[in-house]
């Protein structure tokens, strides 16, 4: 696995593929090899070369426990871009990784050729703000949560009511959440970056093309959040995809790799 000192930390990625290149940002607490289920498949069949990489806060990338801001992170990958000699390249996050793209897309156009913004948002709400402040003060609290107790919230909170309905699929679900490391000092400061200030007025300036894709039982970024993003983002796309929750991408990939590649090769305007 490659590693490149960028923007003052050690970064892990992984390259593969070869073509136009992807890069895609992974939200708060997730690792590139989540990618590698059926994104990166489903994106190197049709003929791009796709970058995935651990965010800081997630090792083997710098764990930085001090904490950092949501332009640090955009620091990292517009380094790694310039290192890769990428630029501009399309991008792909999710989540806290869709809030990197968009600050990306703002500050750095020149490294952006097109953004997918999934599970996103503009600003956060009371909800919101309330489940992230408790999800740090649980951390802060130090308690260890029984793990089969920690899957199970964590299902109920990333899933949509189809996939918590089907006993085969939340065998496996529950299986692989209490398989999942807890959060370390790293994922905690990703919780306080996620709280996003509101930033819907910012990214009315963003002129690189961009499609919003919201998942309709989304808890953690309700489509209407994410709707408004697609509203401030001038000629943005916006693409509601049912039957899933905050992982959607995971949920039905089919459905969302069918997007991504659409807007990405222009399939869907033709």
Known sequence: MPVVHVNGIQLHYDDTGAGEPVLMIQGTGGGRTV??????PALTAVGFRVITFDNRGIPP????????????????????????????????GTSLGAFIAQELALSRP??????VLMATRGRTDALRAAITRAEIDLYDAGLDLPV????????????????LDDDAAMADWLDLFELSAGPGPGQRAQMEVSKLDRRLDAYRGIRVPCQVIAFADDLITPPHLAREVADAIPGARYELIDGCGHYGYLEDPAAVNKAIVEFFTGAAAR
């Open 61 to 92: 990338t710098s764990e930085c426990p001090g904490g950092f801001t949501l332009q640090d992170m955009v620091g990292d990958v517009a380094g790694l871009i310039e290192h890769l000699g990428i630029g501009p390249c399309r991008i792909v």
């Open 110 to 115: 020149d490294l952006v050729r097109q953004a």
């Open 35 to 40: 990618w590698e289920l059926h994104q990166v």
């Open 148 to 163: 089969r107790y920690a899957a199970v919230m964590r299902a109920l909170k990333s899933l949509s009511p189809r996939t």
